[in-house]
């Protein structure tokens, strides 16, 4: 069998990985370099255990704030577009307790399935990724958000997440570069077992071990449309022509909904427009961290790659803009500063921004979609867990191929 993945991102790389490995042919198609959509300069944290949805009830209380102030971390500019209209009044629905609780089960399972996948990957083909495991922290700055992580983390435990609720004083001992930050933390969730790594280096490896083992890449080639006979999907059109496959799996990030369209399925695919900066860090002890950390009340991550740190945030609803604000730079920035004062060079920022691809609720799209051809699967909708998450939900894919 000939299967053909649609997208060169983390997904779809990891997708064709997986096919790859089941001895099936596969070709990748791509517009861009591999890795240059929302997987090249994410967060670089891979949040197997602690999954909080942004769909959760703590939005309601929140959004006020959020839309109106200047510096919010959530940021609407309305559009006149259908889809963002939808997308967020069913991401308003998906903001109750039962939908929260049903979605964080159905992420941990499926990220339980990724780390696993993740790691027999590594086994296999040794990366050069800056992967680590040291950890992170998320960070509470009062008393009634603790309690609030406090009810997460008992939900996650439930579900199997080994994590703990720390004091401040035991954060500043887990990561010493938070001393200077002391006094703004009212204490955190530890989870020792979460990881780090470089995704843009991790899509590099997989094209170079893909490659190796016959996988064929067309970059540089835009999907068009479709040639549909008899309810499948024949080939697909593209600025290099029709090719054909057996099947085919769409993994474009938020280009689904456009295309997905096209075959008669609707995937609530919306971008969720995130940002981030790269500092090189200072080598002495204790200055930048090791542990990766979540800010909540910033809503900003801290992930060490190497010999750098990846600072990323925002969640910004403005349809495909692809521009970078020097005011969101400098928020992310500023953050840093605030946080680890002595984490490294702030002359070199390297800004970045992507579009996650999410869903209402969070859940990624992946399988076989009523109304769409058999022959043609989907793996979409990672919204900011899309490294985490890549690996398992290309589990699934197979699986889905072939049942």
């Known amino acids: 069998m000939h299967v053909c993945v649609l997208g060169a991102g983390i997904v779809g790389l990891a997708t064709a990985w997986e096919l790859n490995r089941q001895g099936l042919e596969v070709s990748v198609i791509d517009r861009a370099a591999p890795g240059a959509g929302a997987s090249g300069g994410n967060g670089a944290q891979l949040s ?20 109106l102030s200047p510096s919010s971390p959530l940021k609407l500019r309305p559009q006149l577009d259908p889809l963002q209209w939808r997308w967020g009044l069913a991401f308003m629905a998906a903001c109750n307790a039962r939908t929260s609780r049903e979605t964080t089960a159905r992420l941990l399972a499926l990220a339980a399935q990724s780390r696993s996948a993740f790691e027999a990957m590594r086994v ?14 998320v960070l ?7 309690e609030g992580a406090r009810r997460q983390l008992e939900l996650q435990r439930s579900m199997g997440s080994e994590q703990r609720l720390v004091s401040a004083d035991e954060c500043i001992a887990i990561e010493p570069a938070l001393a200077a930050y002391r006094t703004q933390i009212a204490g955190a969730v530890h989870t020792p077992s979460e990881c780090a790594a470089d995704c843009l280096k991790v899509c590099t490896e997989l094209v170079r ?4 083992r016959g996988v064929r890449f067309m970059l540089d080639t835009e999907v068009d449309g479709f040639d549909l006979r008899d309810g499948r999907v024949a080939a697909v059109r593209s600025s290099a022509g029709d090719i054909e496959a057996d099947a085919f799996v769409m993994a474009l990030g938020t280009a689904s909904h456009r295309l997905g369209r096209q075959l008669g399925a609707y995937l609530p695919v919306y971008p969720l427009k995130g940002y981030s900066i790269t500092v090189d860090v200072d080598p002495a002890p204790g200055a930048a961290p090791r542990v990766s950390v979540t800010d909540s009340a910033r809503k900003v991550v801290f992930a060490r ?14 349809g495909h803009d692809a521009s970078i604000p020097a005011t969101r730079i400098e928020t992310l920035a500023a953050a840093t500063r605030a946080v680890f004062p002595q984490a490294g060079r702030f002359d070199a920022l390297h800004p970045w921004t992507g579009m996650r691809p999410a869903t209402p609720t969070g859940v990624p799209i992946v399988g076989r979609l009523d109304g769409a051809p058999s022959n043609m699967l989907f793996n ?24």
Do not use: N
Not at 140 to 146: G, Q, R, T
Not at 305 to 318: F, K, P, T
Not at 384 to 403: D, I, M, P
């Open 305 to 318: 790659i190497g010999s750098r740190l990846r600072v990323a945030g925002m969640a910004e609803l403005v």
């Open 140 to 146: 509470y700055p009062s008393a009634a958000s603790l």
């Open 209 to 212: 071990a893909l490659r190796a």
């Open 48 to 67: 197997y255990s602690y999954v909080q949805p942004l769909a959760d009830p703590s939005i309601w209380k929140q959004l006020p704030k959020l839309l």
């Open 380 to 403: 979409t909708g990672h919204g900011a867990l899309g490294f985490t998450l890549a690996f398992g939900s290309a589990l699934r894919v197979v699986q889905a191929l072939s049942a």
């Open 124 to 137: 296999d083909i040794a990366p050069d990724c800056d992967f680590s495991a040291t950890g992170k922290l």
